[in-house]
């Protein structure tokens, strides 16, 4: 699932390690005339129609790297060759959309998916009518055309595996996509992608003690590969064994010295075990090693987050505001909502966080905000409502929240996708608590349970409701967050701050 930053709240652009067995696509027998689609098919997968064997090709390959092999540039290369040399390739513009970190990219690949769907076949229009609600915050949609596709092609396997992945780390339905996950392997034990998941799975799930034996078999099934280093390298660090996920980092970088998803993971792991000079030149080694201007960004974003881990803020902000900089130059306007967010959750005064969350919010209306797809701008939204709605709540400005609160209702209201629903529950869960209604705060924020600042908010409400061991064992679970979301840097170390504090009170108390 490894291959992008995680710097939001939610894990919506989590990459899949995915077998090229599925949606699958073979070489024909001759070159057809230039203006007939091919439509290939391998028996019981979603078909790839085409007019260009190369574009056939490209498309495939993309896959391999973007999705195989966790070569993200080099995949999105491939999607781009794909679309060059079939202008109407439908499902390889929505692939590239699909996948892409660059918002207008996005948002024009998708829209050209649109315009030539009629190109594709019935069920290749299924497969494009996911990709694209996914990116356009259609929940329903998204689902209905999942459900159709898994019904009719229940064994294939790639298919399959897009969809417990999707499920897991967009939807956070982890039953539901570990079900899809374990019934592959028991088809299919050899599947390595789905033992890749499905430990992902595990670890999204609070389960993450259950992944290491799954990443034992991916590293013998692909001892030659880069990825399943790294993604063991990734639950270790879940675990917070520090030690052994630089270890499995390191490993990766052996087989393969440039792949970045390794590099970014050591400079991550040295983040957390607060060796934030480390991180900082390891983040500048994987900076320059990646073509992606987006994602060269959002690891800037994690290059100036060390200096708020180190208690020194206005480097941070010095470092966020150059890179706030590039990113609107460069037209990127998530990027620069984290930014203005990330300078809200860590600044100590509640009013200058505020506006600081006004910066953000202009940042998805400004004129290159329009660029964003539809379910892209309605995430980073709530997730700066909500944190609005937290600060809010921990400075006690009561009209803060219920603004927040009123504007996530709405959302909530129209867009099902997971993570506006997760923060529309964070935030009334946050109005209640103010108004101390703790038993209501407690059941709207356990409705948020992977999200840090929720879990901060459950911990302060269980205490005021006199469920002091809830409390301790929520706090527990917020220390032992291991990721590289800003919600993390802020509210985990604060969480084992607490529990320290607490520690010798208990031994003393128990002397007695």
């Known amino acids: 699932m490894r291959g992008t930053v995680k710097i939001r709240n939610s894990f919506s652009w989590i990459a899949v390690a995915i077998l090229t067995t599925g949606v699958a696509v073979r070489a024909q027998d001759a070159t057809p005339p230039a203006t007939a689609a091919m439509t290939a098919n391998t028996p019981g997968t979603v078909p790839v129609t085409t007019s260009s064997p190369e574009a056939r090709r490209a498309y495939e390959l993309g896959l391999v790297e973007r999705e195989d092999r966790l070569f993200v540039d080099e995949g999105l290369e491939f999607f781009r060759q794909a679309v ?167 490993k990766a970088l052996v087989i393969n010295p440039h792949f970045n998803p390794s590099q970014v993971g050591i400079a991550s792991t040295y983040a957390l075990m607060g060796d934030q000079k480390k991180a900082r030149a390891q983040y500048l080694v994987a900076i320059k090693g990646t073509k992606e201007k987006s994602t060269q960004l959002n690891y800037r974003v994690l290059y100036a987050l060390t200096y708020y881990r180190e208690g020194k803020p206005a480097l941070a902000r010095e470092e966020f505001r150059k890179v706030d900089a590039e990113a609107h130059a460069a037209g990127l306007p998530l990027q620069q909502a984290e930014i203005h967010r990330t300078n809200a959750l860590f600044n100590p005064d509640s009013a200058k966080a505020l506006k600081d969350l006004d910066d953000a919010r202009s940042d998805l209306s400004a004129s290159h905000g329009i660029t964003l797809m539809p379910g892209d701008r309605d995430i980073e939204l709530a997730s700066i409502l909500q944190t609005r709605a937290f600060i809010a709540a921990n400075s006690g400005n009561k009209e803060a929240a219920a603004d927040a609160l009123k504007l996530l209702q709405e959302m909530a209201d129209s867009n099902r996708s997971t993570p506006v629903q997760n923060s529309f529950h964070s935030a009334n869960g946050a109005v209640l608590l103010m108004h101390g209604d703790y038993a209501g705060a407690i059941s709207e924020l356990q409705e948020d349970p992977q999200n840090p600042l929720s879990l901060q908010l ?14 301790q064992k929520t706090l527990v679970t917020l220390a032992g967050i291991s990721d590289e979301r800003i919600e993390t840097a802020y509210a985990a170390p604060q969480a084992r701050a607490s529990l320290k504090s607490e520690a010798p009170q208990t031994a003393q108390a128990g002397a007695h």
């Not at 649109?114 to 998204?142: C, F, P």
């Not at 079900?179 to 998941?197: E, G, T």
């Not at 459950?458 to 205490?463: C, P, R, Y």
């Open 84 to 250: 060059k040399a079939d202008p109407q390739f439908a499902l390889g513009h929505a692939a590239l959309g699909y996948f892409t970190a660059d918002p207008k990219e996005a948002k024009e690949e998708s829209a050209l998916a649109t315009k030539y769907i009629d190109n594709a076949s019935a069920d290749e229009q299924l497969l494009i009518r996911w990709m694209n609600s996914t990116k356009n915050g259609e929940a329903v949609v998204a689902i209905s055309s999942m459900n159709d596709l898994l019904a009719k092609y229940p064994n294939d396997k790639r298919l399959g595996n897009m969809a417990a992945e999707w499920l897991c780390a967009n939807q956070g339905a982890s039953e539901h996509g570990e079900a899809i996950l374990v019934r592959l392997l028991k088809s299919d034990p050899d599947y390595y992608p789905a033992m890749n998941n499905l430990a992902y799975c595990y670890a999204l799930s609070g389960q993450a003690h259950l992944a290491p034996a799954l990443m034992d078999r991916y590293v013998a099934a692909l001892p030659n590969e880069p990825n399943p280093q790294d993604s063991y390298g990734e639950i270790m660090r879940i675990l917070g064994d520090y030690p052994a996920a630089l270890e499995h980092y390191q």
């Open 458 to 471: 459950l911990a302060q409400a269980q205490n005021k409701a006199g469920q002091s061991a809830d409390a």
